[in-house]
């Protein structure tokens, strides 16, 4: 159990839909990151906050959103879903100090637009 | 274009085999760490190596960072079914820039 806890496990939808993913960090973790994952792109990073704060943007949609609330909580926005957008999303937080870098994960939202 | 090129994609091999993984570019990374991935899990993180040339082994794991910090492979000796996976390495261009990662292997140790 990597202390990271992704809600929902699965979500399934049709297009045009808007859809809340939930991520809740390791106890003391001040990063949260995203990345979508699917078979032919592997795992690409959508969008980085610390603590509260937006500090990098990656390969997202203008139809995703995120944000870091001040429990550290995250959640990922995704709107006007396509077909394209099914794929698995993961969560990680990254601790400060002597395990900064270290990057643990979610299990993981599958979401399939239909 | 992937910034991380990983090989082979896909490896099935019996138990007690060896073999070895690559993940390699043509950027030059900070640090460069591998995950392995279990269907309906996330990735959980393996090894972080930072200098160039530095060897690193976890069990029958062997890891190794390039001297010019722009490749890495793994090694494992003597292959378990427990070993299956998909393994993934990531990398940072400089500290504190996202992780990038490659595409992975996935590997399948037959009994």
């Known amino acids: 159990d990597s202390g990271v806890t992704q809600t929902p496990k699965h979500l399934i939808t049709a297009t045009g839909q808007r859809v809340t993913l939930r991520c809740s960090p390791r106890?003391?973790?001040?990063?949260v990151y995203w990345y979508q994952q699917s078979l032919d792109q592997g795992l690409q990073f959508l969008i980085h906050?610390?603590?509260?704060?937006?500090?990098a943007k990656g390969n997202i949609l203008e139809r995703f959103s995120a944000q870091q609330f001040p429990d550290l909580h995250s959640e990922l926005n995704l709107s006007s879903l396509e077909l394209g957008d099914s794929a698995l999303y993961f969560c990680?937080?990254?601790?400060?100090?002597?395990?900064?870098?270290?990057?643990?994960f979610g299990s993981g939202t599958q979401l399939s637009v239909l | 274009t992937q910034l991380l090129e990983q090989s082979p994609q896909f490896l099935s091999i019996q138990e007690g085999e060896n073999l070895t993984v690559y993940c390699n570019s043509s950027?030059?990374?900070?640090?460069l760490q591998w995950y392995r991935q279990e269907p309906g899990e996330g990735p959980v993180l393996l090894v972080t190596?930072?200098?160039?040339?530095e060897v690193k082994k976890l069990k029958r794991l062997t890891f190794q960072f390039g001297d010019a910090r722009k490749d890495s492979s793994l090694h494992i000796t003597a292959a378990q079914p427990g070993d299956t996976g998909l393994y993934l390495c990531?990398?940072?261009?400089?500290?504190?820039?996202?992780?990038?990662f490659g595409k992975g292997t996935r590997l399948s140790v037959i009994a």
């Open positions: 950027s030059v990374f900070s640090s």
């Open positions: 190596v930072v200098t160039g040339g």
């Open positions: 906050y610390y603590n509260g704060e937006e500090r």
């Open positions: 990680a937080s990254s601790p400060t100090g002597t395990e900064f870098g270290k990057l643990f």
């Open positions: 106890s003391g973790d001040l990063s």
């Open positions: 990531a990398g940072r261009l400089s500290g504190n820039t996202p992780l990038v």
